[in-house]
């Protein structure tokens, strides 16, 4: 427990976390900073291009193996299968609509990159290495969670059903699309071509993240405040249970695989975090009858701010615990 306490506020005092803390002070204090839609969107283009330049960069230098291809699996059977859990959590815990629901149950499949990165920036700090080609199964943890909230809906007797039109919406995603496309340029470039550009994606990097960190502060302060009374305790309870049901998943998955101590924890943390940038926007297409009121405020500003400031050191506590790292 010390370990944890002592992580968790090591954490908290680092410039990613404070420009988080201070956006969402701003959001409640009600102040009128802001940052530019054009500058956040610019500054999100930056970071998925970085995180998938470099593991694909990582990829080239590792080569493909087992290994890797297990934990992609994985990946893809963790965001396809968390729903599930989620959904039927929320109709334990919540008065949540089945449409509701399933909405939220789609963002709890997929991934929060920026609680990836964070996470990764916290293995840095404390000479924990972990595989390069994590990059690459959080590019796969995308599209799975929302088909699966897809068919939660289906078998509710909606009418809602995939078509060729939303599918190609999902894959087709930018997010998705700049991640993985980023990815393949880094693995045919591989060291050479990072080396390259390290000076623009690698020096700049934690400063670009403290700035869209502010941003998502403001964002999720914004919700919380305006959120009043939509979503109750059982809501707010699911928000920081799941993530812990997920993690343990993904400490599971990770045991089976033989990941290393800091693969272990990525693992953890990609089924732990929520979406809030892919999942929203294929939600708005495919289920436009159900509240981003409730779905971005659980994902955005209860299961995030639980992951970065206690989810995370709690995370790298039980992975060293498992693997003995």
């Not at 002070?25 to 839609?37: Q, T």
């Not at 054009?38 to 500054?43: F, R």
């Not at 930056?46 to 960069?57: E, M, N, R, T, V």
């Not at 039927?88 to 909405?103: P, V, Y």
Request: glycine share 12%; charged share 10%.
């Amino acid at each position: 427990m010390a370990d944890i306490l002592s992580l968790a506020a090591e954490n908290l005092l680092s410039p990613v976390i404070l420009s988080f803390i201070l956006g969402v002070a701003a959001a409640l204090g009600r102040s009128d900073l802001s940052v530019p839609e054009a500058v956040a969107k610019g500054l999100s283009i930056y970071l998925l291009f970085a995180i998938g330049f470099k593991g694909g960069a990582s990829v080239a230098s590792h080569g493909v193996d087992a290994t890797l291809v297990a934990t992609i699996a994985a990946g893809l059977i963790l965001s396809a299968g968390l729903p599930m859990i989620a959904f039927n959590l929320l109709k334990i815990m919540t008065r949540m609509s089945r449409t509701d629901a399933a909405a939220v149950a789609g963002h709890y499949g997929s991934i929060s990159i920026v609680t990836f990165v964070a996470a990764t920036s916290v293995l840095q700090g404390r000479g924990i290495s972990s595989e390069g080609y994590m990059v690459a199964v959080a590019a796969v943890m995308e599209a799975p969670a929302i088909l699966s909230a897809l068919w939660l809906i289906s078998t509710g007797g909606s009418e809602k059903r995939m078509d060729g039109a939303l599918l190609r919406e999902i894959l087709l995603n930018g997010s998705i699309v700049l991640l993985v496309g980023a990815f393949f340029i880094g693995m045919v470039t591989g060291e050479d071509g990072l080396e390259s550009i390290s000076s623009f994606i690698v020096a700049p990097f934690t400063g670009v993240l403290c700035l869209f960190l502010l941003d998502m502060g403001l964002v999720a302060g914004r919700g919380l405040r305006d959120v009043r009374g939509v979503l109750g305790g059982g809501a707010i309870a699911f928000g920081v249970l799941m993530p812990l049901v997920g993690s343990l998943a993904g400490l599971a998955a990770a045991m089976l695989i033989g990941l290393s101590t800091g693969g272990a924890v990525l693992l953890m943390v990609l089924s732990a975090s929520a979406s809030y940038i892919a999942v929203p926007a294929a939600m708005r297409v495919a289920l436009p009858e159900a509240n981003p009121s409730i779905y971005l405020t659980l994902s955005l500003g209860i299961t995030f701010p639980f992951n970065l400031t206690v989810g995370i050191p709690l995370y790298v506590t039980l992975a060293e615990l498992a693997t003995g790292g």
